[in-house]
């Protein structure tokens, strides 16, 4: 009896996580009813059929949060049972870590991923009442398809609940570059994004089977892709954030492929939000749109490609396996090809209505779309060039920053100019004198602020200056556009009574300038020094004098730490103390540098300890980096800008639904 009583709670842990392991797989049978139901009923129009699209999205969300849940919970009950566990965890990590160890390997992201293509099923099912019932039923089905893929995939490759015989008595831990709350946090937001974008390409393809796209439908797509891109801006600053402190090399961004995979989406996401607008008001450019929508979701599946195929080296992929990487290109074939094949040949009955001139807002936004779709290409073909050139040429290449900010940054200044200037053109017809005559004092006040910091700074960069026009120009653009929608006779009441789109474009655009002027300022005014440090022997980096006092063993919950103290002062006078770190875990067997980093609104002091040399000293790195936090404060911004645009009466109200008889089905 005391035996059995000792065993109940590992047969309760057996139990759990057996449900999870039996709510996937009950998910994937749904998902595939999901998938085939609702779109024979709505070819049919068999109202019984279409409707099945909405509880079918329910219940294949329910069975999967419950997988999910049951997988939470095996890591942080430490149920070695199960291999991922055992792998990725550890009976004394921290909980934070313990939680995110579930989506800190490829078994338990790939659930997260397909958790959340539930999620946007589910709440196109719920808060899609507007939307035509059998484009719904279609958006659902092809939504539960991509769904499907995903759930094989897992099922059949990379099964999380996969049991060991015989279970350990602990685990091999967590990699420790991702035992951080920034990287607890990054992954859920980056997939929120890249899966997001399967709503567009579910909206594109249902539109395609339809034969209509019109203006009402560019009104439902854009929120969705908005949430998308919202979601995406947050998980890129989040990753970039944690290569800034966590990894030791004081940069904020390296062009590295899985870096690259998640910020290929985000641009062609900002650019299908600006080309859905288009749609929306002046039902133009349908046919371009529908294709933003396929690509940016093939460059999310290419970046989860990426990720998890070993194609290419990376300190942030989950995987090096290359069969499951057939089984994702696989996937990637399937659904972008078979969707661009659909929209050659549905291509005539996208027929645009809008006509515009040269010089029109219209106009504006496809030079928008262009600098964004080419600069996206132009980082694509960086990230995969050594690939092609070993596979073709024999040739082993490296295409590292160098390349892309010579061959990216011109396409982001091109895109910072015209900016303001394209905001401000009126629809269909303009005269670009009238908009640049708007915009005069934007223009002058940017270019003074420039010259100022021109004679100021030391070094006579232009780097500095020419970011701080750019982002002068492009903030205040967005300023005076806001205060332009107000009316001739501009009041604050007026202001602050403008709809929430015209206010997030507003944040959203200076969030974009306050970014390009801070990474500018960064790479320009950086001061950077490496030296042996001597205990008790002050030196100096630029206007500062650091002191190393000391340097202990510090024992943290599942690591050693080598732990310093780095006394900062600043014109004799004592600024902060800086402990930087070099940890071991033990159990992973794996070192990593912690750096200390004073924040300050203008600057950032990043201090690295290194190894001890024969002579007692330590090296030391020392970076002062101007404007480092702004350059995560745009991105702040770009998002809020994005969350108001979102929180537009228009984007919950109901757009262009037709009614519809009693029985569900449109009239025809």
């Known amino acids: 009896m005391l035996m059995a009583h000792a065993d109940l709670p590992q047969y309760k842990r057996v139990m759990i996580t057996e449900l999870g392991h039996f709510a996937l797989i009950l998910a ?143 685990g091999r831990d967590l990699n420790p570059l991702l035992q951080d709350p920034g990287l607890a946090f990054h992954p859920p937001f980056l997939y929120l994004g890249y899966v997001g974008l399967s709503m567009a390409f579910s909206f594109a393809v249902a539109a395609l089977i339809e034969g209509r796209v019109d203006a009402a439908w560019g009104r439902w797509v854009r929120p969705w892709t908005l949430a998308a891109w919202i979601f995406l801006t947050i998980g890129i600053a989040l990753g970039s954030w944690w290569a800034y402190y966590e990894l030791g090399w004081g940069g904020f961004w390296f062009w590295d492929p899985v870096e690259n995979a998640s910020f290929m989406p985000w641009l062609l996401a900002a650019a299908l939000l600006h080309s859905a607008i288009v749609v929306e008001k002046r039902e133009a450019l349908k046919s371009w749109t529908i294709l ?146 708007s915009l005069r004092y934007a223009f002058i006040l940017a270019v003074a602020l420039a010259i100022l910091v021109w004679v100021i700074q030391t070094g006579r960069s232009a780097l500095g200056p020419v970011g701080l026009f750019l982002g002068a120009w492009i903030t205040f653009g967005a300023l005076v556009d806001l205060w ?50 001597q205990p008790g022997q002050p030196f100096e980096v630029g206007q500062f004098t650091l002191t190393l006092q000391d340097v202990r063993r510090v024992q943290g919950p599942n690591y050693f730490s080598t732990m310093a103290d780095v006394m900062v002062e600043q014109d004799g006078r004592f600024v902060t103390t800086l402990n930087p770190e070099k940890r071991d875990y033990p159990v992973a067997r794996m070192p990593t540098t912690e750096a200390a980093i004073d924040y300050r609104f203008l600057r950032d002091l990043y201090v690295v300890i290194g190894d001890q040399q024969a002579d007692g000293g330590w090296v030391m790195r020392t970076y002062i980096k101007p404007l480092a936090n702004w350059i995560w404060g745009g991105c702040i911004l770009m998002a809020l800008g994005g969350a108001l645009s979102l929180s537009d009466r228009r984007f919950r109200v109901a757009a262009g639904a037709r009614k519809t008889p009693a029985g569900g089905v449109p009239a025809e």
């Open 28 to 170: 994937f049978l749904v998902a595939i009813v999901q998938t085939v139901v609702p779109q024979v009923g709505a070819a049919k129009r068999w109202n019984g059929w279409i409707v099945f699209a909405e509880p079918a999205a329910i219940a294949q969300f329910l069975l999967t949060a419950f997988s999910f849940g049951a997988l939470v919970w095996a890591f942080v009950a430490s149920d070695f049972s199960l291999r991922i566990v055992v792998e990725n965890s550890h009976s004394a990590k921290p909980m934070l870590y313990k939680i995110s160890g579930t989506w800190g390997n490829h078994e338990g992201s790939m659930l997260l991923w397909v958790l959340i293509v539930t999620i946007f099923g589910a709440m196109a099912a719920i808060f899609g009442g507007g939307l035509p019932p059998t484009l719904k039923a279609r958006v659902l089905s092809v939504q539960s398809a991509i769904a499907v893929a995903f759930f094989a995939f897992i099922l059949f490759t990379s099964n999380p609940f996969d049991r060991l015989p015989i279970p350990p008595f602990d």
């Open 292 to 437: 933003l929508a396929i690509i940016a979701f093939g460059f999310s599946l290419i970046g989860t490609f990426i990720v998890r195929s070993g194609l290419l080296t990376s300190v942030h992929a989950f995987a090096n396996d290359p069969e499951r990487g057939v089984f994702i290109l696989f996937i990637l074939v399937i659904f972008i090809g078979g969707a661009l094949t659909l929209f050659a040949a549905r291509a005539q009955a996208m027929e645009a209505k809008g006509v515009f001139g040269m010089v029109s807002r219209e106009s504006a936004l496809i030079l928008n779309n262009i600098l964004l779709a080419v600069s996206c290409f132009v980082v694509f073909f960086g990230t995969l060039w050594p690939m092609v050139a070993e596979m073709a040429f024999d040739r082993k290449l490296s295409v590292g920053a160098p390349f892309f900010n010579a061959a990216f940054t011109p396409f982001m200044i091109a895109l910072g100019i015209v900016l303001p200037v394209g905001a401000m053109l009126p629809w269909k017809r303009g005269r670009l004198g009238r908009a640049a005559w």
């Open 484 to 533: 332009s929608r107000t009316g001739r006779k501009g009041s604050l009441a007026r202001l602050f009574r403008l709809p929430g789109a015209d206010w997030g474009k507003a944040v959203a655009h200076t969030g974009l300038g306050v970014t390009m002027f801070a990474i500018a300022g960064l790479t320009a005014w950086e001061v950077e020094d490496i030296r042996v440090a």
